[in-house]
Protein backbone atom coordinates (compact mmCIF):
# COMPACT_ATOMS: atom_id res chain seq x y z
CA UNK A 1 0.00 0.00 0.00
CA UNK A 2 1.57 3.42 -0.56
CA UNK A 3 2.67 5.15 2.09
CA UNK A 4 4.11 9.09 3.34
CA UNK A 5 7.58 8.43 3.75
CA UNK A 6 9.82 11.02 6.14
CA UNK A 7 13.10 11.53 6.73
CA UNK A 8 15.16 11.64 9.36
CA UNK A 9 13.84 9.72 11.48
CA UNK A 10 14.77 11.45 14.54
CA UNK A 11 17.02 15.09 14.38
CA UNK A 12 18.91 16.36 17.15
CA UNK A 13 20.32 20.08 16.15
CA UNK A 14 21.44 22.92 18.38
CA UNK A 15 19.15 25.35 19.58
CA UNK A 16 19.61 28.61 16.58
CA UNK A 17 20.79 26.10 14.08
CA UNK A 18 18.31 25.67 10.86
CA UNK A 19 16.57 22.33 10.26
CA UNK A 20 15.01 20.68 6.98
CA UNK A 21 12.35 17.87 7.52
CA UNK A 22 11.64 15.92 4.55
CA UNK A 23 8.69 14.45 3.10
CA UNK A 24 7.88 12.10 0.35
CA UNK A 25 4.12 12.17 -0.11
CA UNK A 26 1.98 9.15 -2.08
CA UNK A 27 2.53 9.74 -5.86
CA UNK A 28 -0.72 10.38 -6.66
CA UNK A 29 -1.65 13.27 -3.92
CA UNK A 30 -1.86 17.05 -4.25
CA UNK A 31 -2.40 17.85 -1.23
CA UNK A 32 -0.03 18.15 1.97
CA UNK A 33 0.05 19.16 5.13
CA UNK A 34 2.23 19.32 8.59
CA UNK A 35 1.43 18.58 12.11
CA UNK A 36 3.57 17.97 14.93
CA UNK A 37 3.01 16.39 18.39
CA UNK A 38 5.02 17.63 21.48
CA UNK A 39 5.69 15.10 24.00
CA UNK A 40 2.18 14.54 25.75
CA UNK A 41 0.39 16.74 24.16
CA UNK A 42 -2.37 16.86 21.21
CA UNK A 43 -1.12 16.80 17.54
CA UNK A 44 -1.28 20.12 16.37
CA UNK A 45 -1.82 21.54 13.01
CA UNK A 46 0.90 24.03 11.42
CA UNK A 47 0.49 24.36 6.85
CA UNK A 48 -1.45 23.04 4.74
CA UNK A 49 0.12 22.85 1.01
CA UNK A 50 -1.91 22.63 -2.44
CA UNK A 51 -1.36 24.00 -6.13
CA UNK A 52 2.31 25.23 -4.59
CA UNK A 53 1.45 27.46 -2.31
CA UNK A 54 0.38 27.82 1.44
CA UNK A 55 -3.63 27.26 2.19
CA UNK A 56 -3.75 27.37 5.39
CA UNK A 57 -1.41 27.99 8.26
CA UNK A 58 -1.92 27.95 12.63
CA UNK A 59 -0.64 30.61 14.58
CA UNK A 60 2.52 28.60 15.59
CA UNK A 61 3.60 28.60 11.71
CA UNK A 62 5.37 31.87 12.02
CA UNK A 63 7.90 33.63 9.83
CA UNK A 64 10.28 30.96 11.34
CA UNK A 65 8.64 28.23 9.54
CA UNK A 66 8.49 27.92 5.94
CA UNK A 67 7.39 24.75 3.45
CA UNK A 68 8.07 23.99 0.07
CA UNK A 69 7.99 21.57 -2.65
CA UNK A 70 11.41 21.41 -4.32
CA UNK A 71 10.25 19.09 -7.53
CA UNK A 72 7.97 16.44 -8.19
CA UNK A 73 8.19 14.34 -5.22
CA UNK A 74 9.76 15.84 -1.97
CA UNK A 75 7.79 18.14 0.31
CA UNK A 76 9.96 20.30 2.76
CA UNK A 77 9.10 21.51 6.20
CA UNK A 78 12.43 24.22 7.36
CA UNK A 79 12.58 26.09 10.80
CA UNK A 80 15.67 28.57 10.13
CA UNK A 81 16.38 29.15 14.12
CA UNK A 82 14.97 26.37 16.07
CA UNK A 83 14.34 26.77 19.82
CA UNK A 84 13.86 24.97 22.78
CA UNK A 85 9.69 24.52 22.48
CA UNK A 86 10.48 23.30 18.25
CA UNK A 87 11.61 19.89 20.33
CA UNK A 88 8.60 17.93 18.76
CA UNK A 89 7.24 14.82 16.36
CA UNK A 90 6.67 16.51 12.81
CA UNK A 91 3.87 14.17 10.94
CA UNK A 92 3.32 15.08 7.20
CA UNK A 93 0.68 14.16 5.31
CA UNK A 94 -0.99 13.87 2.37
CA UNK A 95 -4.37 13.21 0.49
CA UNK A 96 -5.77 13.38 -3.16
CA UNK A 97 -8.46 15.87 -2.31
CA UNK A 98 -8.91 18.65 -0.39
CA UNK A 99 -11.48 17.15 1.65
CA UNK A 100 -10.29 13.22 1.71
CA UNK A 101 -8.73 11.02 4.69
CA UNK A 102 -4.81 12.59 5.49
CA UNK A 103 -2.35 10.01 5.23
CA UNK A 104 0.16 10.16 7.58
CA UNK A 105 4.20 9.35 7.80
CA UNK A 106 5.95 7.96 10.58
CA UNK A 107 7.25 11.17 11.47
CA UNK A 108 10.51 13.01 12.27
CA UNK A 109 11.20 13.76 15.83
CA UNK A 110 13.18 16.50 16.35
CA UNK A 111 15.28 17.16 19.56
CA UNK A 112 16.49 20.80 19.89
CA UNK A 113 19.65 20.67 22.62
CA UNK B 1 -11.93 27.68 20.03
CA UNK B 2 -12.09 24.43 18.07
CA UNK B 3 -12.47 21.63 20.59
CA UNK B 4 -12.33 17.48 20.18
CA UNK B 5 -12.42 15.77 23.19
CA UNK B 6 -12.33 11.99 23.73
CA UNK B 7 -13.00 9.82 26.73
CA UNK B 8 -12.24 7.46 28.07
CA UNK B 9 -8.05 8.65 27.96
CA UNK B 10 -7.08 5.40 28.56
CA UNK B 11 -8.73 1.79 28.79
CA UNK B 12 -8.14 -2.12 29.49
CA UNK B 13 -10.35 -4.69 28.50
CA UNK B 14 -9.89 -8.37 28.02
CA UNK B 15 -9.56 -9.90 24.65
CA UNK B 16 -13.02 -10.71 23.56
CA UNK B 17 -14.61 -7.59 25.00
CA UNK B 18 -16.42 -5.19 23.32
CA UNK B 19 -15.23 -1.36 24.04
CA UNK B 20 -17.14 1.80 22.79
CA UNK B 21 -14.36 4.57 22.50
CA UNK B 22 -16.28 8.07 22.54
CA UNK B 23 -15.33 11.81 20.50
CA UNK B 24 -17.08 14.97 21.42
CA UNK B 25 -16.79 18.37 19.53
CA UNK B 26 -16.93 21.93 19.11
CA UNK B 27 -15.76 23.74 16.07
CA UNK B 28 -17.20 25.95 13.69
CA UNK B 29 -16.87 25.09 10.00
CA UNK B 30 -17.33 21.02 10.45
CA UNK B 31 -16.30 19.10 7.17
CA UNK B 32 -15.80 16.00 8.78
CA UNK B 33 -14.86 13.59 11.75
CA UNK B 34 -12.14 10.98 11.24
CA UNK B 35 -10.52 8.18 13.43
CA UNK B 36 -7.09 7.04 12.99
CA UNK B 37 -4.91 4.00 14.77
CA UNK B 38 -1.64 5.01 16.27
CA UNK B 39 0.68 2.14 17.45
CA UNK B 40 4.16 2.77 17.18
CA UNK B 41 4.41 5.76 14.90
CA UNK B 42 2.12 7.21 12.17
CA UNK B 43 -1.62 7.40 12.80
CA UNK B 44 -3.18 5.06 10.81
CA UNK B 45 -6.56 5.91 8.74
CA UNK B 46 -9.64 4.07 9.73
CA UNK B 47 -12.85 5.88 8.83
CA UNK B 48 -14.19 9.27 7.64
CA UNK B 49 -17.33 10.25 8.57
CA UNK B 50 -19.98 12.84 7.43
CA UNK B 51 -23.00 11.82 7.40
CA UNK B 52 -25.29 11.61 10.49
CA UNK B 53 -26.75 8.04 11.14
CA UNK B 54 -24.49 6.55 8.75
CA UNK B 55 -22.54 3.52 10.25
CA UNK B 56 -19.22 2.82 8.92
CA UNK B 57 -17.91 -0.79 8.88
CA UNK B 58 -14.57 -2.26 8.65
CA UNK B 59 -14.72 -6.01 10.33
CA UNK B 60 -14.78 -5.49 14.26
CA UNK B 61 -14.70 -1.90 13.97
CA UNK B 62 -17.67 0.50 13.33
CA UNK B 63 -18.14 4.32 13.62
CA UNK B 64 -21.23 6.59 13.56
CA UNK B 65 -21.41 10.50 13.74
CA UNK B 66 -24.29 12.29 15.10
CA UNK B 67 -23.92 15.71 13.71
CA UNK B 68 -26.98 16.86 15.65
CA UNK B 69 -25.44 16.37 19.19
CA UNK B 70 -21.51 16.84 18.20
CA UNK B 71 -19.97 13.19 18.70
CA UNK B 72 -18.88 10.46 17.40
CA UNK B 73 -18.25 6.69 18.75
CA UNK B 74 -15.53 3.95 17.29
CA UNK B 75 -16.87 0.26 18.54
CA UNK B 76 -14.62 -2.59 18.24
CA UNK B 77 -16.18 -5.82 18.85
CA UNK B 78 -14.18 -8.86 19.80
CA UNK B 79 -11.41 -7.00 20.79
CA UNK B 80 -7.98 -8.79 19.85
CA UNK B 81 -4.37 -7.75 21.68
CA UNK B 82 -3.52 -6.31 18.29
CA UNK B 83 -5.86 -3.98 18.44
CA UNK B 84 -3.88 -2.14 21.70
CA UNK B 85 -2.89 1.50 20.42
CA UNK B 86 -4.24 5.07 20.89
CA UNK B 87 -7.35 5.68 18.89
CA UNK B 88 -7.31 9.58 17.80
CA UNK B 89 -10.14 11.26 16.52
CA UNK B 90 -9.92 14.62 14.69
CA UNK B 91 -12.47 16.76 13.10
CA UNK B 92 -11.71 18.30 9.35
CA UNK B 93 -12.25 21.77 9.67
CA UNK B 94 -13.00 23.91 6.45
CA UNK B 95 -9.62 25.84 5.37
CA UNK B 96 -10.54 27.16 1.64
CA UNK B 97 -8.89 24.44 -0.31
CA UNK B 98 -8.04 21.89 2.36
CA UNK B 99 -9.15 20.79 6.01
CA UNK B 100 -6.66 20.80 8.74
CA UNK B 101 -7.36 18.70 11.30
CA UNK B 102 -8.13 19.28 15.22
CA UNK B 103 -7.06 16.23 17.13
CA UNK B 104 -8.14 15.09 20.46
CA UNK B 105 -5.86 13.82 23.50
CA UNK B 106 -6.82 10.07 22.00
CA UNK B 107 -7.62 7.25 23.83
CA UNK B 108 -5.30 4.86 24.89
CA UNK B 109 -6.52 1.12 24.56
CA UNK B 110 -4.83 -1.61 25.91
CA UNK B 111 -6.30 -5.77 25.70
CA UNK B 112 -5.32 -8.19 27.53
CA UNK B 113 -5.00 -11.66 26.55
Same mark, same amino acid.
Given at each position: EPEVTQT???QVTQMGQEVILRCVPISNHLYFYWYRQILGQKVEFLVSFYNNEISEKSEIFDDQFSVERPDGSNFT???RSTKLEDSAMY???SSDGGHQPQHFGDGTRL??? | EDKVVQSP?????HEGDTVTLNCSYEVTNFRSLLWYKQEKKAPTF???LTSSGIEKKSGRLSSILDKKELFSILNITATQTGDSAIYLCAV???GGATNKLIFG $?? $?LLAVQP
Open positions: PSHLKIFCASIL | LSLVVLFMGVY $TG $T
